[in-house]
């Protein structure tokens, strides 16, 4: 089964400043999807950035960009210019192609931006 | 475009008691995922309807039922409630359940258990 791990609970960032998230995960597929959802106090998860696994590029939306190293299976968030309204709960998340489109996420990590 | 809409936005019930919590899918999409989210934790999918069938469950017991309805709708119910039910339930819909789609996730319903 595949599993993704977050392995910071909480992060902080000056405004302006620029933070990166982790994520691994554990799969034995060749292909499949990976994701950032953020996730503000007010509940809707919202998707932030993707990334095919056969796209050797890394995905780039806005301040957004990931680091996506497939052999060892990492996929990092990171966060330029961080502004206040990037505060939130971050989760990465893992789908394979097969089957259902069931999201696999990881526990999360908790973002402060401080002013 | 409509977004994803859930009702209610929180839920109070007691141990064994029903609950069922709606979902209302993205304008023009067919594919609806159910996941559940235990606070302090991330979501754990449930199971996804696609055209009114299901297409696929997580690890989650038999008293955790869904419906999906013509107009892409769906509904999750859940039978003697325990305890553990307590969390955040989020529904996520997708225009056609292929392997390139997004899901797109709703507000959630807090259902709280007594």
């Known amino acids: 089964a595949q599993t993704v791990t977050q392995s910071q609970p909480e992060m902080s960032v000056q405004e302006a400043e620029t933070v990166t998230l982790s994520c691994t995960y554990d799969t034995s597929e060749s292909d499949y999807y990976l994701f950032w959802y953020k996730q503000p106090p007010s509940r809707q998860m919202i998707l932030v950035i993707r990334?095919?696994?056969?796209?050797?590029q890394n995905a780039t939306e806005n301040r957004f960009s990931v680091n996506f190293q497939k052999a060892a299976k990492s996929f990092s968030l990171k966060i330029s210019d961080s502004q206040l309204g990037d505060a939130a709960m971050y989760f990465c998340a893992y789908r394979g192609i097969q089957g259902a489109q069931k999201l696999v996420f990881g526990q999360g990590t908790r973002l402060t931006i401080n002013p | 475009e409509t977004g994803v809409t859930q009702s209610p936005t929180h839920l109070i019930k007691t141990r064994g008691q029903q609950v069922t919590l709606r979902c209302s899918s993205q304008s023009g999409h067919n594919t609806v995922s159910w996941y559940q989210q235990a606070l302090g934790q991330g979501p754990q999918f449930i199971f996804q309807y696609y055209r009114e069938e299901e297409n696929g469950r997580g690890n989650f017991p038999p008293r955790f039922s869904g419906l999906q309805f013509p107009n892409y709708s769906s509904e999750l119910n859940v039978n003697a409630l325990e305890l553990d039910d307590s969390a955040l339930y989020l529904c996520?819909?997708?225009?056609?359940?292929?392997?390139?789609?997004?899901?797109?996730f709703g507000p959630g319903t807090r259902l709280t258990v007594l």
């Open positions: 990334q095919e696994a056969y796209k050797q």
């Open positions: 996520a819909s997708s225009p056609s359940g292929g392997i390139t789609d997004t899901q797109y």
